[in-house]
């Protein structure tokens, strides 16, 4: 069960610094031996190995993190800003952990047993119980430290692979922060080695260490019994910003103010199928339930989880981002909710191996935050993300390629309808077919078409500061979304594209789409002609039949007030919603598969027109050159 919002009170951890201080200034904690001297051998960065064997041997190691940062900079007594803030974020770290702690121990009735063992030892299930919370408590601390420096220190330069996670000891809290702090010491200690990084090492270090160390305490949780009370928690510190989600492994990203010029509907001439879709999407994403943490869209069907708009340049893909961020954040701001958009782009292509990765797996991570709607974009997909047969991209390509895949449509990947993500591309032909195809929804985004539309966009553009008279026309009447919506959906009641054109002929021949036998021969068909059509695209085809049986205009007045829809319980929204759905008819089923399968053969017709377009380059380039050189060799240059 979900417990709300729990705000963590600063003088809760202020009360703690003390403690904190003494962690990052001097302690001595318990290790197993390595025979690895901490040493290194000179002029190397090797350390010496003894070959005497020490197994089951412990020792002590006094650890100094304040030293051990002065003495990454030896000629300077005081530490640099990166240092000084990897100190201060870890002292602040270590006194939050505690104080978290002390709240576990009060919901859990942790600090009850402590206080009774304190006077007399306890015995029997209330002894048990004890140790098994106290060991709980202990791993809490330990995941509030590093989801702590997890968001406030950030990573630079080439990640770090030497980090090892720390040698956790889960008596108490104390001594887990303990055996964190000391593995913080080793990992900047390590980075001391990386000198000629400075700061930029010395941060890659210690976010690597934490990243070591959340993924390892992630893969002990199932050994502690005693966090189930801790699994739902939402905790807010609002001094810092910080927040603890359960256990999420990017617990509460820091959010940051969206900086956007957003657009209006009607600012957006043309697209008709892409604006009303879109601005569709924009509510759907608000019927998510916090409590429920799912959204009645995914249990009905018909939520567009990922979707690709593709067209030529300037036909108004940047504008349509513009528009729906916009619409999603209004409806977040008079809900109260928090929204979260992030774009990935070319700049995250990094030149250092798995950074890429890392990247996309943090943007992805960010926009499935489950306790604010997001909506995330990667733009250019078709340069972002590589073909798996391109042997000519970027390794960080092909990264980015493999972890969009497998967050858009992976074995673990889980839809609650918190968010939604949109790729956008001028050339989705280049975009490898597995990723393309892991798209629910395809948006053609071809801007103006009609002369109508083109006297719209130019009367919206050139503003008010004019007298030239508007001439034979009804302004913006080609605009009204449900007219438009109507004769574009019954546009394609027919192929639009020349290759499924001829299919659809040869099936109308001897065939009526009447039966479900009748859907699936014809969908068989054109399989035949487009191997790509494969059962992934099939899904898509439903899911976008669903989406249109669930064609509802939630009613603009459900987003007035937050009590009139938002903020109702998941199963009054889900009453509400169903209310107005209605069933798929035949002739839906025929424009959802002509639609989808348009896309297809356009993508194809497209690369295949590229691919013969460089084989007539190529020849024009041969034939010049046979002819260059012949002329070469009549002038007696060519053996020159």
Same mark, same amino acid.
């Given at each position: 069960?979900?417990?709300?919002?729990?705000?963590?009170?600063?003088?809760?951890?202020?009360?703690?610094?003390?403690?904190?201080?003494?962690?990052?200034?001097?302690?001595?904690?318990?290790?197993?031996?390595?025979?690895?001297?901490?040493?290194?051998?000179?002029?190397?960065?090797?350390?010496?190995?003894?070959?005497?064997?020490?197994?089951?041997?412990?020792?002590?190691?006094?650890?100094?993190?304040?030293?051990?940062?002065?003495?990454?900079?030896?000629?300077?007594?005081?530490?640099?800003m990166a240092q000084h803030n990897v100190l201060f974020k870890t002292r602040r770290a270590l006194a939050v952990a505690l104080?978290?702690?002390?709240?576990?121990?009060?919901?859990?009735?942790?600090?009850?047993?402590?206080?009774?063992?304190?006077?007399?030892?306890?015995?029997?299930?209330?002894?048990?119980?004890?140790?098994?919370?106290?060991?709980?408590?202990?791993?809490?601390?330990?995941?509030?430290?590093?989801?702590?420096?997890?968001?406030?220190?950030?990573?630079?330069?080439?990640?770090?692979?030497?980090?090892?996670?720390?040698?956790?000891?889960?008596?108490?809290?104390?001594?887990?922060?303990?055996?964190?702090?000391a593995g913080l010491e080793t990992a900047v200690a390590g980075s001391n080695g990386d000198a000629s990084n400075g700061d930029v090492g010395l941060q890659s270090h210690v976010r690597a260490f934490v990243d070591e160390a959340l993924e390892d305490l992630l893969t002990r949780k199932s050994r502690f019994s005693g966090l189930g009370s801790f699994e739902d928690i939402h905790l807010r510190l609002e001094s810092d910003g910080f927040e603890v989600n359960g256990?999420?492994?990017?617990?509460?990203?820091?959010?940051?103010? $969206?900086?956007?010029?957003?657009?209006?509907?009607?600012?957006?001439?043309?697209?008709?199928?892409?604006?009303?879709?879109?601005?569709?999407?924009?509510?759907?994403?608000?019927?998510?339930?916090?409590?429920?943490?799912?959204?009645?869209?995914?249990?009905?069907?018909?939520? $567009?989880?990922?979707?690709?708009?593709?067209?030529?340049?300037?036909?108004?893909?940047?504008?349509?981002?513009?528009?729906?961020?916009?619409?999603?954040?209004?409806y977040c701001q008079m809900a109260g909710y928090g929204f979260s958009y992030e774009n990935f782009g070319v700049d995250q292509i990094s030149s250092y191996q798995g950074k890429s990765g890392q990247n996309c797996k943090q943007f992805i991570t960010n926009v499935l935050n489950t306790r604010t709607i997001g909506f995330g974009t990667v733009d250019d997909i078709d340069q972002v993300a590589a073909k798996r047969s391109d042997d000519r991209a970027s390794a960080g390509q092909q990264e980015v390629t493999a972890v969009l895949m497998e967050s858009f449509a992976g074995a673990s990947t889980v839809i609650r309808g918190n968010c939604s993500f949109g790729m956008f591309s001028n050339y989705p032909e280049n975009v490898d077919d597995a990723l393309r195809q892991r798209a629910g929804a395809r948006w053609l985004v071809d801007g103006p078409q009609s002369q109508d539309d083109y006297v719209d966009i130019f009367v919206?553009?050139?503003?008010?500061?004019?007298?030239?008279?508007?001439?034979?026309?009804?302004?913006?009447?080609?605009?009204?979304?449900?007219?438009?919506?109507?004769?574009?959906?019954?546009?394609?009641?027919?192929p639009q594209e020349e290759g499924l054109l001829k299919v659809f002929e040869r099936f109308m021949k001897d065939n009526q789409l009447n039966t479900m036998n009748d859907v699936g021969t014809y969908l068989h068909m054109i399989k035949v002609a487009e191997p790509r059509f494969t059962g992934r695209a099939i899904k898509n085809v439903t899911d976008a039949i669903k989406m249109r049986a669930m064609d509802v205009d939630l009613p603009d007045e459900w987003f007035e007030r937050p009590e009139d829809f938002v903020h109702k319980a998941y199963d009054e929204k889900k009453a509400m919603i169903e209310e107005l759905?209605?069933?798929?008819?035949?002739?839906?089923?025929?424009?959802?598969?002509?639609?989808?399968?348009?896309?297809?053969?356009?993508?194809?017709?497209?690369?295949?027109n590229a691919a013969v377009d460089e084989i007539i380059r190529r020849e024009r380039q041969r034939e010049k050159a046979v002819e260059e050189i012949?002329?070469?060799?009549?002038d007696g240059r060519w053996g020159s």
């Open positions: 069960m979900d417990i709300g919002l729990t705000t963590l009170d600063e003088k809760d951890v202020e009360k703690h610094l003390p403690m904190a201080q003494s962690l990052v200034t001097k302690l001595i904690v318990l290790e197993a031996a390595t025979g690895k001297s901490r040493t290194e051998l000179a002029g190397t960065r090797r350390r010496f190995v003894s070959t005497v064997s020490t197994a089951e041997s412990r020792t002590t190691r006094e650890v100094e993190l304040t030293n051990a940062l002065s003495a990454l900079t030896p000629g300077d007594s005081m530490l640099s104080a978290v702690s002390d709240l576990f121990a009060k919901n859990t009735g942790l600090d009850a047993l402590r206080s009774r063992n304190a006077s007399s030892s306890l015995q029997g299930a209330d002894a048990d119980r004890y140790r098994v919370l106290l060991e709980a408590s202990a791993y809490v601390s330990a995941f509030t430290a590093a989801a702590y420096l997890h968001q406030f220190v950030e990573g630079g330069g080439e990640p770090a692979n030497d980090i090892e996670p720390p040698n956790y000891n889960f008596n108490t809290p104390q001594d887990a922060l303990k055996t964190f702090v256990f999420d492994v990017a617990p509460g990203a820091k959010s940051k103010p $969206l900086v956007m010029t957003f657009k209006k509907p009607n600012e957006i001439i043309g697209n008709h199928i892409a604006k009303y879709q879109s601005m569709k999407l924009a509510k759907m994403l608000m019927a998510y339930d916090f409590d429920r943490q799912l959204n009645p869209f995914v249990e009905l069907g018909g939520f $567009l989880f990922t979707f690709i708009g593709d067209g030529a340049p300037g036909t108004g893909k940047t504008i349509l981002i513009q528009m729906i961020a916009g619409l999603v954040n209004d919206l553009l050139a503003g008010k500061n004019h007298s030239i008279p508007l001439g034979n026309h009804d302004l913006f009447e080609a605009q009204h979304i449900e007219s438009a919506v109507a004769n574009v959906y019954e546009q394609h009641s027919k759905r209605g069933p798929f008819t035949i002739e839906m089923v025929m424009q959802e598969i002509n639609r989808y399968a348009d896309s297809e053969f356009r993508y194809t017709d497209k690369s295949d012949a002329a070469m060799k009549n």
